[in-house]
């Protein structure tokens, strides 16, 4: 896959000159020859003119036979563009219902034994709505492709984790020696923190109810993929290179 950007006039440019991927350099070698014919016969006279019929085709034809094709391809883009918006919205709260589930029914089966182990629920409890509202943010920041700005988005009380935690969780982030993905490394410590709190009596609850908190957190997880997978796959090159040349030939 191609990646460009539209983002300012020079990368318009850019996108105009790129040939990797473009489909003009062949174009042109059609065209050309065929341009040069017609040149030919048009200096030879009118004579081939009523032979080969060249006069049957006017210019307002071929202008339009270019703006029908630019309105196609306009078209279809702005169809693509709807339809990836519903897709990403759809995902994405797919995503956010997922994990709250998740958390909800971590919190429901936590209940029975609050009363015999009140401080080990409590910490269970708001170290899974840290950790979650931390996976929640981060997978907001990969979506919008703002994974490297210091800043992101807004997270539940981050200073109620551990310093360690928090230290290797930021070397994920900006350590580029580590290469590894925030979002998975946090679901795999919310995935830890079930296995511990189970087996420390916290969570009383059958294990086959048990691994559907795991199929949810899951399914969260795929729901990000797929929408990522929406930010990253850009519009096809070759379309988006053919809807700036011919812009750029009606304009002028």
């Known amino acids: 896959m191609i990646k460009y950007t539209v983002e300012g006039w020079w990368c318009t440019v850019k996108l105009l000159l790129t040939r990797e991927g473009s489909i003009i350099p062949s174009g042109l070698m059609v065209s050309i020859p065929s341009g040069l014919a017609a040149l030919i016969l ?16 006017k210019a307002s034809q071929l202008w339009g036979a270019l703006v029908g ?35 909800s029914c971590l919190v429901a089966f936590s209940s029975t034994a609050k009363h015999t ?7 269970f409890r708001h170290t899974l709505v840290r950790l979650m509202s931390l996976c929640h943010g981060s997978a907001l920041e990969e979506i919008a492709d703002t994974a490297d700005e210091e800043e992101g988005y807004p997270c539940i009380d ?18 580029p020696e580590l290469d590894f993905n925030r979002v998975e490394v946090i679901v795999h410590m919310i995935q830890t923190l079930i296995v511990s709190s189970n087996e420390a009596g ?30 990253a796959t850009l519009f096809p090159f070759p379309f988006a290179q053919l809807i700036a040349c011919l812009l750029l030939i009606l304009m002028y």
């Open 117 to 123: 182990k009140p401080v080990e629920v409590a910490t």
């Open 158 to 175: 981050l200073g109620g984790l551990d310093q360690d935690t928090l230290r290797y969780l930021k070397e994920c982030k900006f350590n």
């Open 42 to 57: 048009n200096a030879l006279g009118e004579d081939f003119h009523d032979i080969l019929g060249t006069d049957s085709l």
């Open 202 to 231: 916290v969570l009383k609850i059958p294990p086959p109810i048990l691994s559907r908190v795991f199929q949810t957190i899951s399914r969260g997880q795929v729901n990000l993929a797929n929408c990522k997978k929406i930010t």
């Open 69 to 103: 094709t630019l309105i196609f391809l306009v078209t279809f883009r702005t169809n693509k563009a709807y339809a990836r918006f519903w897709d990403g919205t759809t995902l994405l709260h797919q995503m956010w219902g997922e994990w709250f589930d998740a958390v």
